[in-house]
């Protein structure tokens, strides 16, 4: 059983443009992909000046793009998250959510995704004023389907030392509280999980009172570490058997959009090949998909220099790679080169401000 797939913009650092994102929905809706949640860290008037509407020009772009997924048989959705309103959801914050809810619903969205990542959240009461947030951002919505990711949406302590102590059955609380049509999303054992199992998600659906919606931290590589490694190889870690204990499965894609799509390709068939699946085999199918057999077979040889040692272990290889990639005319050896010169690298500072 494959699960519903899509994807969740939701990564620091610079934005895809639109004619990128419009080439991923072109690669993944025909390999099985069903939504594509608009949700980058960049967007401020989607995250720290969220009140802030978006622009005619920014509207007109938001719109194309749902035309775009919806002609590929797609779902589109916005992520909203409204920092600091958990803390003070007064009269004014209230009559803002609802303006900016409104607004997004005019441009057309299927899915309306309320974040609260990112977020402080050690708060007695957090789950019950989260649930007031997204009850009444559903009051404005005209969206049919609803996401939304909790403070700690994963077993990862590392959330509790960055954003503050969870509050005692925090998830169990908020599932309680939650209309049980909402989706919510879970990241996993760790943030960026290495695999799934059975048993951790059928723990967490315990927990929420629903099957959870996988946000799914791999190709991404965003952050001051991650983003000096490509994400290129295959799924792994994600078994057939997940299908049945998952609502939805989501990707939070690389910084590249085009070679992003080669991992990005191998997920459908974990699910539909089963103990059939060969991660080697998949990467080569999904790069000479993308890329051609040629630059596919330059991509596998050098797979241990791009993901695994990464700009900072190349030493002087690295020019070696930048003149090799930079004599082939393809966008994503153009990704690779811009790469190296360190055109995705991610500070800490973005982190903050983003």
Not at 39 to 59: T, Y
Not at 95 to 106: P, V
Not at 264 to 274: D, M, V
Request: charged share 25%; aromatic share 10%.
């Amino acid at each position: 059983m494959t699960p519903e797939l899509g994807v969740i913009e939701g990564y620091f650092g610079r934005a895809w443009n639109w004619a990128d994102r419009g080439e991923v929905i072109d690669r993944l809706a025909p390999a099985g992909y069903a939504f594509f949640h608009y949700a980058p860290k960049i967007d401020g008037k989607l995250r720290r000046a969220w009140r802030q509407l978006h622009d005619a020009a920014e509207v007109q772009n938001l719109r194309r793009f749902a035309e775009h997924c919806a002609g590929r048989g797609m779902r589109f959705g916005v992520g909203l998250a409204p920092y600091g309103a958990h803390l003070e959801f007064d009269r004014e914050t209230r009559k803002d959510l609802r303006a900016k809810i409104a607004h997004l619903s005019m441009i057309g969205i299927d899915d309306l995704v309320i974040l609260f990542d990112d977020m402080r959240g050690d708060v007695a009461d957090l789950a019950e004023r989260q649930a007031e947030i997204v009850d009444c951002a559903i009051g404005s919505s005209s969206a049919s389907r609803v996401f939304t990711c909790p403070s700690y949406y994963s077993d990862d302590h590392l959330l509790d030392r960055v954003f503050g102590q969870r509050p005692e059955s925090y998830l169990e609380n908020l599932g309680k509280l939650l209309d049980p049509a909402i989706s919510v999303y879970w990241t996993g054992e760790e943030i960026c999980s290495r695999e799934f199992s059975v048993g951790h998600l059928a723990s967490v659906a315990q927990r929420l009172g629903r099957k959870p919606s996988l946000w799914d931290n791999y190709p991404v590589n965003d952050g001051p570490r991650m983003s000096n490694h490509l994400h290129l190889r295959s799924f792994t870690g994600r078994p057939a058997a997940l299908g049945p204990h998952v609502a939805h499965h989501a990707i939070n894609p690389a910084s590249q959009p085009i070679l992003g799509c080669i991992p990005a390709l191998t997920l459908p068939s974990c699910y539909a090949k089963g103990d059939a699946y060969s991660y080697a085999s998949e990467f080569m199918a999904a790069a000479a998909s993308v890329c051609g057999d040629e630059l596919a077979a330059l991509l596998r040889d050098d797979l241990n220099s791009l993901q695994d040692l990464g700009r900072a272990g190349l030493g002087d290889n690295g020019a070696k790679l930048s003149r090799k990639y930079a004599a082939i005319e393809h966008p994503a050896a153009a990704e690779i080169v811009d790469w190296l010169n360190g055109g995705y690298a991610i500070t800490g500072e973005m982190l903050q401000t983003q």
